[in-house]
């Protein structure tokens, strides 16, 4: 008998090599959280500058406790079997209350959400026109359309138009990121938005940065524009994020719920969202409401890190979100610096390609509003220090 199961080790041993020699080999640490920002990693203990927990909620005590209330962990079923729960309505509702929008569908990881808005509204014959730089789950949405998919120089509403300028019989698709994941900079919505109706092009907008954390009463990007539904009527968010859960959505009409519910694949075969993550999101929600503070204090963390970056010569890019990367610039370096600033006690990944182009290695700073000031300012003094040194 022949080896297949040698055939296969020997290939993937070659591709590993061929990724540790371009420095792009990644590896997994359990990390055990201490607390809201400190986690151990089983040799030390260090200050997480590396989450998306915007608001601190992934460790309150208020989502835990809706967790344990008595709701089933798991679904049991996909939600058009026998999933979905009371849990699950009343967070939709209460969702598309705080965000304006008629209706919200839950899905079970905003990846999987944007999947199913793609695959349902696009397909062959259509058009799909992104940023250059969306999320790499709103590429493979593009994708797995089957739509044709171009995309333009970033921020570039000019590179846009000329896209939607090609022919196309079909239906046009027009799908930015609310804030850039990597980069921490935002969409220019409304010139976006009047780009697109002036072809008739419906506007999604992935805002998985910008909910909980900017806008009015943290209702995020679309919000802060002035843009409803009207404008923008696909908003897709997740729950992993400023809510510190897990999860996601896709919010707008009625009608577009409904065909999500019967034509996204990746809605309809999929189990539902664990009934207790529901549970435990109007737990998030309700502190998203009613904490404003949070994302004040977040603001102000932000103008500090970027004060004290700027004083000290650190080369930022452009942004005002809690996403703070510093540019490095070759993927080694930025490994060799994140080492350093781990022995120091801080957690800052590095970013490598291809999650970023090539040459822009860089660390994904993120700022929580469970950091203090002294943490930050601690911060900006090992980054000061770990990358003077060669
Ligand atoms: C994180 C992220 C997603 C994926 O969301 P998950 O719920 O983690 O699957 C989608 N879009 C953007 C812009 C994101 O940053």
Redesign the pocket.
Known sequence: MTSIGGELQRWLAARSAERVHAHRQRERRPLRALDAVRVHDGDRELLNFSA?DYLGLASHPELAAAMRSGVQPGAGASALVSGYRPEHRAFERELADFLERDSVLLCS????A?LAVATSLAGRGDQIVQDRLC?A??IDAARLSGADLSRYPHLDVGGLERQLGKDCDGQRLVVT?GIF?MDGDRAPLVPIHEAAAALNAWLVV?D??GIGVTGPGGRGTVSEAGLGQDEVPVL?G????AFGC???FVAGSRELVEHLVNEARTYIFTTALPPAMAAAASAALKRVREDQWRREKLAGLVRLFREQARSRGLELLESDTPIQPLLVGAADRALSVSAALRERGYLAVAIRPPTVPRGTARLRITLSSAHEPEQVEGLIEALEACLASP
Do not use: R
């Not at 997740?238 to 994020?241: C, F, R, S």
């Open positions: 998306n990881s905003g990846y999987l944007n999320h789950s709103l990121d994941s992935d998985a940065h897709v997740t729950l992993g994020k897990s999860g996601a």
